[in-house]
């Protein structure tokens, strides 16, 4: 009885194993943009259960100060039922900020379209990422327009969860402009001038305050700050003690993943 029970019991986990199979595409070009540049760099990679229906579509954009980085599908985010989509954008000084922006919100609305393909609901779409990456889903998030240019509701979201994401005029946006790292801006490149009371959950995710990039955490506390003053009833914000703008992205992926978890019920 006890050599059976151990049969049944491989058995039932080489069955859970293969129900849990993963297959990635890479390299699928997303725009509709006919310049080489845009050509060369505007693909993704689509991370997906062989066999699983409905699941979260994660769209995470990687960092690098909007200047440098390459998409990834991040390993926290493997194996968790969800369909991952990592994205590229041009980077600056190659083209102006609101080319790159452009380009996310055009992957994400290739995103909304190729959902199911990949057994993705088009309904549970979060559009995360660290840093730069963080910064272009909070423009996405706050600024309709960018979305609404591929005829996509910023609202239809399911939720935006930037990882350390800049709240005001994004420092190389300003070194562009001729403006020092330190010298704060808020202008219509920075997501604190759309704040805004109605659009989905927004969960915003820090390092340590002392630890954290130019003031990283401040920028967000006051971004989610105005955000409750302007009646936006889901803001949330975390800092995660100890850890640098780095060191931040790993725990982060367990608010994200919870997050999901709570919306999933």
């Not at 049944?8 to 943009?33: E, F, H, R």
């Not at 699983?52 to 390993?75: N, R, S, T, Y």
């Not at 600056?92 to 919100?105: F, G, Q, Y």
Request: charged letters at 20%.
């Amino acid at each position: 009885m006890k050599r059976m029970a151990i049969v049944v019991m491989a058995l039932m986990s080489i069955t859970l194993t293969c129900a849990q199979t993963y297959k990635t595409v890479n390299d699928i070009n997303y725009t509709i943009k006919t310049d080489s540049y845009a050509q060369e760099r505007l693909k993704l990679d689509v991370y997906y259960p062989t066999n699983l229906k409905d699941c979260p579509v994660v769209v995470w954009f990687h960092g690098g100060g909007l200047e440098a980085g390459q998409k990834e599908i991040p390993q926290k985010l493997k194996d968790m039922g969800y369909v991952v989509v990592g994205a590229n954008y041009r980077l600056l000084p190659n083209v102006t900020v609101d080319k790159t922006i452009d380009d996310a919100a055009e992957a994400v609305a290739w995103v909304f379209r190729h959902a199911k393909e990949f057994g993705g609901d088009p309904r549970k779409i979060v559009v995360t990422g660290h840093s730069a990456g963080g910064y272009l889903a909070m423009m996405l998030c706050l600024n309709k327009v960018w979305l609404k240019n591929y005829d996509i509701d910023a609202d239809s979201v399911w939720m935006y969860v930037p990882f350390s994401g800049q709240a005001i005029t994004h420092y190389n946006v300003r070194k562009m402009q001729g403006i020092p790292p330190l010298q704060a801006t808020i202008d219509e490149y920075a997501p604190l001038y759309w704040v805004r009371p109605d659009c989905p959950p927004l969960v915003l995710i820090c390092g340590d305050r002392e630890k954290e990039l130019y003031g990283r955490y401040d920028e967000n506390q006051y971004l989610a700050r105005m955000m409750k003053l302007a009646g936006h009833q889901h803001t949330y914000l975390y800092e995660i003690d100890g850890h640098d703008h780095g060191a931040m992205v790993d725990p982060s992926f367990h608010i994200l993943n919870t997050h999901i978890s709570q919306m999933l019920k």
